[in-house]
Nanobody, 122 residues
């Protein structure tokens, strides 16, 4: 089992920044690829970003490329999502997930956090 806890959400104005964190515990964190997903009210959960176990590979949704950056610290057992130049359409609950490969497919992740709310005002 891997337990994941997100933090860092909040309210920010359009053009502002937030940094989300996801702390992992339980099994060896560095054994897992990590992903970030988000879900806005009335919408399906969607992929945001993913990172491989050794940080060599990252992947981003087209909607966040150039604005968001995923990173991880395997010593601190934490994955981050730096969100810059945020837009109102980025408003959502953000979830981190752990799985065997870095992928945009939510079904490939085995463990999920409880989510953290990020709200962008116009």
């Amino acid at each position: 089992q891997v337990q994941l806890v997100e933090s860092g959400g909040g309210l920010v104005q359009a053009g502002g920044s937030l940094r989300l964190s996801c702390a992992g515990s339980g099994r060896v964190f560095s054994n897992y690829a990590m992903g970030w997903f988000r879900q806005a009210p009335g919408k399906e959960r969607e992929f945001v970003a993913a990172i491989s176990r050794a940080r060599r590979y990252t992947e981003y949704a087209d909607s966040v490329k150039g604005r968001f950056s995923i990173s991880r610290d395997n010593v601190k057992n934490t994955v981050y999502l730096q969100m810059n130049n945020m837009k109102p359409e980025d408003t959502a609950v953000y979830y981190c997930a752990a799985g065997t490969i870095p992928t945009s497919a939510a079904s490939r992740y085995d463990y999920w956090g409880q989510g953290t709310q990020a709200t962008v005002s116009s």
